[in-house]
């Protein structure tokens, strides 16, 4: 995690309580409006009250007819509450120009460059302000700050350290001093800072978070935990502590924990958002009916909803409900590679593998021209080739090949089927062993493997790399009959019967050949 990250969003707070301007004081009884005056003393009395009136446009007006410096303070005063920035710089630097209210145009210059991010320029005037006002503490403060943002992190450690001592309560001062820390990586000095601005400002919740965020750094999620509890103990509705502490248990796979956090959070705030990441939690522990009330509430679904509102039906075995709410996620969209793939599943567990093999076909007809989803292109391959239409299966494979001739899963599609019919023998063991070099902990290459090399005359190796597969993986029942296969090859009927069953009981609709093969040796 970059510094920078974790200093820039917590120093908004500071920067920008330190540039707003306080209204004066607005009367709660509206007198009837005067008529407009050619002289300007009575124009900046209309002009000041429309501007406490918040009156914005009228105020600009009246301050326009005033030939006054005060009149141009105004009006940049004015453009910088609406956060119209280059306007409120036009009056800012006519009255430079003027050299006219010089100190006040140039505060004002300041805060109107950091609200703006141009920080060089923020930093360059602000120092011009400290070096008239040396003693002025809150101005320096501010210029640390911005040092900060900047990441001119001992620039910003030499004004803090100076600034110790010299203010009733130094709590923002080492509040300050503790983003240097960061900022040079010192987690210890950070921690130390933090501790001793709770001790002297002890509900100042954002000193909790931070403090937090450094034992997370420094792997103490334990001490984490109890900074972000004692910032909702002090400010229960607290968003940040919420969040903060949500993201400790998701990082800590305390996931049940981190769902009564957001469900909390999402009571303060039914931000969909929220409601999101809840219900990636609720997918995740398998509260699929609450994950599809959280779902069904959001009232403006994206592309991404309507893909997590079909795992849900999915995972409720509602799957007609699934495909009407996938097909709501186009290709094109982010999500079109992760959708296909579970909509082929869902036509396939509903035994319309055409159907599946078909929706395959146009997504990788729209994803291998952009060299993009070869997960597609291998799902297809091989439900060609489960549907008896290897040839077709070992035209995706080879097309993927092309694009990258060491793609681990095209190079064990090419060389298992190889190996299953007979042919090229050493080729299809070269391509496999370079697969299982890129992926030696795959099951199915395993097999692959232990199949080449059955076919290869070589038993025993074989039998070995099967039982690595069968460890790895226990519920195949390809894999199952392949042992069985090799077993019986070698005289152990057995062994090979007890395998075939297994086969047998894993598979859905158990093939013909399989059921001979177990009937021959009950026989």
């Not at 998701?250 to 990441?277: F, G």
């Not at 093999?357 to 989803?373: E, Q, R, V």
């Not at 070869?374 to 549907?387: I, M, N, S, W």
Request: charged letters at 30%.
């Amino acid at each position: 995690m970059h510094v920078s990250r974790t200093i820039k969003p917590i120093l908004s707070l500071i920067l920008f309580s330190m540039i707003a301007f306080g209204c004066a004081h607005v009367s709660s009884e509206k007198p009837a409006a005067a008529p407009e005056s050619t002289n300007p003393y009575l124009n900046m009395i209309l002009a000041r009250y429309e501007e406490n009136q918040g009156n914005w446009t009228k105020a600009l007006e009246l301050y326009a007819k005033i030939d006054d410096p005060f009149a141009l303070l105004a009006q940049a005063r004015i453009y910088f509450i609406l956060n119209q920035q280059d306007n409120a710089l036009k009056y800012v630097d006519r009255l430079i120009e003027s050299r006219n209210l010089v100190d006040e145009a140039l505060e004002l210059r300041t805060k109107i460059y950091a609200r703006k991010g141009d920080w060089n320029q923020a930093i360059k005037d602000t120092e011009s302000l400290a070096k008239k006002y040396p003693d002025n503490i809150q101005l320096k403060l501010f210029l640390a700050n911005l040092k900060i943002i900047v990441s001119d992190f001992k620039g910003a450690e030499k004004i803090l350290r100076s600034l110790i001592g010299k203010d009733g309560n130094d709590s923002m001062i080492l509040y300050a001093l503790s983003k240097t820390c960061l900022g040079n990586k010192d987690l210890a000095c950070a921690q130390e800072t933090l501790r001793k601005v709770i001790e002297l400002s002890p509900n100042f919740t954002p000193a909790y978070l931070d403090l937090g965020k450094v034992y997370e750094l420094s792997k103490e999620m334990g001490k984490a935990e109890s900074a972000y509890k004692k910032c909702l103990e002090i400010e229960p509705s607290s968003v940040e502590g919420l969040v903060a502490l949500t993201d400790l248990y998701i990082s800590t796979k305390r996931y049940k924990d981190a769902a009564e956090q957001l469900i909390k959070l999402k009571q303060l705030n039914d931000d969909a958002q929220i409601v999101r990441k809840l219900v990636l939690l609720q997918l995740q522990q398998g509260k699929f009916e609450d994950a599809l009330a959280n779902l069904l509430a959001i009232k403006e679904m994206t592309v991404e909803d309507s893909y997590y509102l079909g795992i849900t039906y999915t995972k409720l075995d509602r799957l007609e409900d699934a495909l009407d709410t996938l097909s709501e996620v186009p290709l094109t969209s982010g999500l079109g590679c992760e959708t296909v793939m579970l909509k082929a599943s869902i036509l396939k567990e509903l035994g319309r593998g055409k159907e599946a093999i078909d929706a395959l076909n146009t997504a990788w007809d729209y994803f291998s021209p952009k060299g993009a989803c070869k997960e597609v292109g291998y799902l297809l391959a091989t439900e060609l080739d489960t549907a008896g239409r290897r040839d077709e299966g070992m035209e995706v494979a080879q097309k993927i090949l092309k694009d990258n001739p060491h793609d681990p899963i095209a190079l064990n599609m090419v060389g298992y089927v190889w190996a299953d019919r007979g042919i090229n023998l050493d080729k299809a063991y070269t391509m496999i062993k370079e697969a299982l070099q890129a992926k030696p902990d795959d099951p199915y290459i395993l097999d692959s493997m232990a199949w080449v090399c059955y076919k290869q005359g070589k038993s025993e190796k074989a039998i070995e790399y099967l039982r690595k597969a069968l460890k790895k993986l226990d519920t195949d029942p390809t894999i199952h009959e392949h042992m069985g296969d090799i077993l019986k090859s070698m005289g152990k009927k057995k062994k090979a019967l007890e395998h075939y069953r297994k086969s047998s009981s894993l598979s859905k609709n158990p093939q013909d050949a399989l059921k001979e093969k177990i009937n021959e040796l009950l026989e």
